[in-house]
């Protein structure tokens, strides 16, 4: 099994909410992953967390606030966003950190933020 | 640095016809891991294959095939008998022994018309 759920697969905030994107993985990988992905492009890497910590952070504005709660689930709290961050949120899980490993995906939550 | 190049923004082609899908990469590294993925409509990414880079065997699955070729720094992924259900976005990514982040080229669309 190979699957990565992601939930909700649609999201519509306004720009002084407080939401989450939940990400939750059953294949026993240490490694989880948050892309972004703007329309007609590449997803572009958010942060990875290794054994439930964090392992990288792209530069991401805090805005985006991820959480780790235990190894089969990874959160992302979103607040004060802006319309710039509409997109697909992808979550992404492997093995483990390292470039041996394939990256397996969610179907993803496509956000608006009017 | 690494750098995945996809010199095919948009395919269109006749269900039954055959469809290459180009991919060049760089990287400094000798060990390294190739990837391909298939994005539809639906916006899931959907793991295809990987292959590191002492494994220059050509690989089929079905209709699908790759060509890795290091000689060209290439990895091209052919469709045999093409069907609608094989439009998607196909990105070719590279991962390096060094724990980076997966690359992945800009995608080409394909689109498979009855």
């Known amino acids: 099994d190979t699957e990565v759920t992601q939930t909700p697969k649609h999201l519509v905030m306004g720009m002084t909410n407080k939401k989450s994107l939940k990400c939750e993985q059953h294949m026993g990988h240490r490694a989880m992953y948050w892309y972004k992905q703007k329309a007609k492009k590449p997803p572009e890497l958010m942060f990875v967390y290794s054994y439930e910590k964090l392992s990288i952070n792209e530069s991401v504005p805090s805005r985006f606030s991820p959480e780790c709660p235990n190894s089969s689930l990874l959160n992302l709290h979103l607040h004060a966003l802006q319309p710039e961050d509409s997109a697909l949120y992808l979550c992404?899980?492997?093995?483990?950190?390292?470039?041996?490993?394939?990256?397996?995906f969610g179907p993803g939550t496509r956000l608006t933020v009017l | 640095a690494q750098k995945v190049t996809q010199a095919q923004t948009e395919i269109s082609v006749v269900e039954k016809e055959d469809v290459t899908l180009d991919c060049v990469y760089e990287?400094?590294?000798?060990?390294?891991?190739l990837f391909w993925y298939k994005q539809p409509p639906s916006g899931e990414l959907v793991f295809l294959i990987r292959r590191n880079s002492f494994d220059e065997q050509n690989e089929i699955s079905g209709r699908y095939s790759w060509n890795f070729q290091k000689s060209t720094s290439s990895f091209n992924f052919t469709i045999t008998a093409s069907q609608v259900v094989d439009s998607a976005v196909y990105f070719c990514?590279?991962?390096?022994?060094?724990?980076?982040?997966?690359?992945f080229g800009k995608g080409t669309r394909l689109s498979v018309i009855a």
């Open positions: 992404a899980s492997s093995q483990d950190r390292l470039s041996t490993d394939t990256q397996y």
């Open positions: 990287t400094r590294d000798t060990t390294y891991y």
């Open positions: 990514a590279l991962s390096d022994s060094g724990n980076t982040p997966l690359v």
